[in-house]
């Protein structure tokens, strides 16, 4: 009866002391990052692979870091102002007389949507991977590009 | 492997650590990912390192501690941006005691797309003979 008493109680919320504790850590570390100007704190989506995204006038570019994937085996499609990159991260089998002493890198699949904050240029979308590291260039459309626009006097 | 093979990859950021020897170069330094396995003749480590170009990576080996420093090669453009920063770039350093006596002549290292392949051969005398014993 009391348990359905507090499920019922309007403001209660079931958030278990982990929960709680982890919210305060990230509410002090958003403080800490705040003053020490930390820019690194900033929430990721927590999806793999993580990425870095930047842009100049002209492209987007996305950056993922997929050390030992080759980018046959990568699956990459943008629809008009989203990237979907997908693929299987494969560890060529070592011989069976091997015995581990770590074994820390992890095989497995992946996809992520990433969206991007301008319509982009479909037909023009390249990517080149160099070093394990993928960059996907993203051209954005004519119509989400800066313009300039002369003042005229009259 | 099928185990590995249907499992979803977890996103991880990239463990920051301290170094014990004060490094000279500012930035951020990160522990890599490796494995380590021995067979009876050598030891392999393959260890991930995103964005390191070979000329950047420095293998030593001392007093049966082989340390590996290898600097990332940032590829963003000067004129670019940042929108979203996921993930940090700086150095990765990692230090490993060796209990076997290695062929120091002889260790190779292949860099390939990212991923850091090195072989340690170990000495002849290390390597475990049999013994036939013959019946009299």
Redesign the interface.
Known sequence: MIIKRFSDWPTWDWRSPVDELERMRRALDRLSGGFTGN??R?P??????????????NN??V????????TDELDISVTGETLTLSG????P???D???????????????RVISL?ARLDVDKVKAH?????L?VVLPKAESAKPRQIAVKSS | ?TE??????????KKEVTTPAELTKPGLVFNP????????REL?L?A??????AKNLKIDLNDNVLTLTADE?P???P??????????TGTYYRQFSLSDTIDQSKIEAV?????LRLSLPKVEAATPRKIAVKVA
């Open positions: 820019v690194f900033l990721t989506a927590g999806v793999f692979p993580l990425v870095n995204v930047t842009e100049d006038q987007y570019y950056r993922a870091e997929l050390p030992g994937v080759k299987e991260r494969k560890l089998e070592e011989s007389k091997s015995s581990y002493h770590r074994r820390e890198r992890e095989a497995g699949s992946f996809s904050p991977a160099e070093d394990g590291v960059t | 492997m590995s093979e249907s499992k979803s990859l977890q996103a991880k950021e990912a490796v494995d380590i396995f021995e067979t009876e392999t393959l991930d390192l995103p964005g390191v170009k090669t590829l963003e453009g004129g670019e941006k940042d929108v979203v920063r996921e993930y940090r860099m390939k797309d990212g991923v």
